[in-house]
């Protein structure tokens, strides 16, 4: 159950503190906090042990802050929340299973005969893929952008070729593209955590077929975007890292559900 309050910990603080206010986020996250504590006492897992789960997710919040921006450099702190994770769940594995309770009983009622340390590793899951998995895909994007590399001021050339014969010029001009106005849909916000959703039902299903297709699919639907983007190729090396990263966080909650012992 350890590993799972810490994965509740940490998904709902950061879902809190994606508030428009800053103050609110802090005070709903807080909320959160204690509402997993509560959950961990009345499930009849050791306090000490629930207190450094709880702990553990008002930790990374404090140390994640920086991650939605863009002068971070997190992936010590990703790295530090996996280990926390997997001593977790060594901790679930040496501790004895708590004894059971009357929230315990109703919620194995309720959830076809689950325990409450399975429904809460699910619903952690669930509430990581929402939004600390975005940020983790942004801090990974981060750290891999070269900061030596400044963007060149000023209209970009035209490519192409020209031949001029006397007065008149023949040749195939690619032309220059404007850069269009920024989309006010937030679409890699809401199709990342759609995503690693559908990743993660279907690594626990089994249906490898179907992952594949998604997976093929999602590079079908960015081909056309990549291929323009021939010069530089940075594109194609964005929604490579950003997609691995992606699949990765789903991949690892997929494995984590499958070798949990509650």
Do not use: Y
Not at 14 to 31: I, K, M, Q, T, Y
Not at 133 to 146: H, K, M, S
Not at 163 to 189: C, K, Q, W
């Amino acid at each position: 159950m350890i590993a799972a309050l810490l994965l509740v910990a940490v998904g709902a603080g950061d879902l809190a503190r994606g508030a428009r206010s800053l103050a609110l986020g802090w005070v709903l996250a807080a909320v959160a906090w204690s509402a997993t504590l509560a959950l961990g006492l009345l499930g009849g897992a050791p306090p000490i042990a629930v207190s450094l789960a709880v702990l553990g997710g008002v930790a990374w919040s404090m140390a994640a802050e920086g991650l939605s921006g863009s002068r971070s450099t997190p992936l010590p702190v990703v790295a530090l929340l996996a280990i926390a994770v997997v001593v977790a769940l060594a901790a679930d594995g040496a501790l004895p299973a708590p004894p059971p309770t009357v929230l315990g009983a109703e919620v194995a009622r309720l959830a076809g005969g689950a325990t409450l340390a399975r429904v809460l590793l699910v619903l952690g899951a669930v509430l990581v893929l929402l939004r600390t998995a975005n940020l983790i895909v942004r801090a990974t994007l981060v750290q891999a952008v070269d900061r030596r590399l400044e963007p060149v001021a000023g209209r970009p050339a035209a490519s192409g070729w020209r031949v001029r014969l006397g007065s008149r010029e023949i040749g195939a001009v690619e032309p220059v593209v404007a850069a269009s106005a920024p989309s006010r849909l937030r679409g890699g916000r809401i199709i990342g955590p759609l995503e690693r959703g559908f990743v993660l039902a279907l690594a626990l299903l089994g249906a490898w077929a179907a992952l594949g297709a998604l997976v093929a699919a999602k590079g079908i639907v960015r081909f056309p975007e990549i291929s323009r983007d021939r010069p530089s190729g940075s594109k194609a090396e964005e929604f490579l890292i950003g997609s691995l990263a992606s699949w990765a966080v789903a991949g690892a909650l997929a494995l984590l559900l499958a070798v949990h012992p509650a």
